[in-house]
């Protein structure tokens, strides 16, 4: 093996794996803070929605003329009162998932990351001692998570 594709497997490369699994944690945090912040914005609006929906059923409760209407309009508070906390309780059980999809995923790419050969990224021509950055179609470094209760 000549000394320029030595140096490389020995030097470069551990170099090159290392900025993978950074770059490849980043990754996962980021989309899974953006995925996460988006699930949780959509449920915090629902639970708003229907906190305002309970403020306006208690307020017809308290206008009503007749008891019949007045229990009508304290059931309805009540239900929406439920449904707000169960959306907070939504989140927080969203951001507790998001947290161990999160772990899982970023240790299966460190896992896959620290398994790459310098031959999975790199056709080395020992040859004329070259090193040349090559497209690998056929590279499965990383499972296709097709069962998500996996990761979680």
């Known amino acids: 093996m000549g000394k320029v594709i030595e140096w490389f497997l020995k030097k470069a490369f551990p170099i090159i794996l290392e900025l ?24 915090k609006k629902k639970a708003e929605d229907h906190l305002n929906s309970a403020k306006e059923s208690f ?9 019949e209407v007045k229990n009508k309009h304290l059931f309805e508070y009540e239900f929406y009162k439920k449904q ?9 059980e969203l951001a507790k998932d998001f947290a161990k999809i999160e772990q899982k995923t970023v240790k ?15 056709d080395l021509n ?17 499972e ?9």
């Not at 993978?20 to 996962?28: F, M, P, Q, S, T």
């Not at 906390?85 to 927080?92: A, C, G, Q, T």
């Not at 070259?130 to 179609?137: R, V």
């Open 144 to 152: 296709t998570a097709t069962d998500i209760s996996n990761l979680k």
């Open 108 to 122: 299966l790419v460190a896992e896959a990351t620290s398994k790459m050969k310098a031959e999975d990224l790199f």
């Open 20 to 43: 993978l699994k950074v770059y490849g944690e980043e990754i996962v945090r980021g989309l899974t803070k953006v995925i996460f912040t988006y699930m949780a914005e959509r449920e």
């Open 126 to 142: 020992k040859k004329n001692q070259s090193i040349e950055l090559t497209s690998k179609e056929n590279y499965t470094g990383i």
């Open 84 to 92: 707000a906390e169960l959306k907070s309780n939504e989140i927080n």
């Open 59 to 67: 307020a017809k409760a308290e206008k009503a003329e007749t008891e």
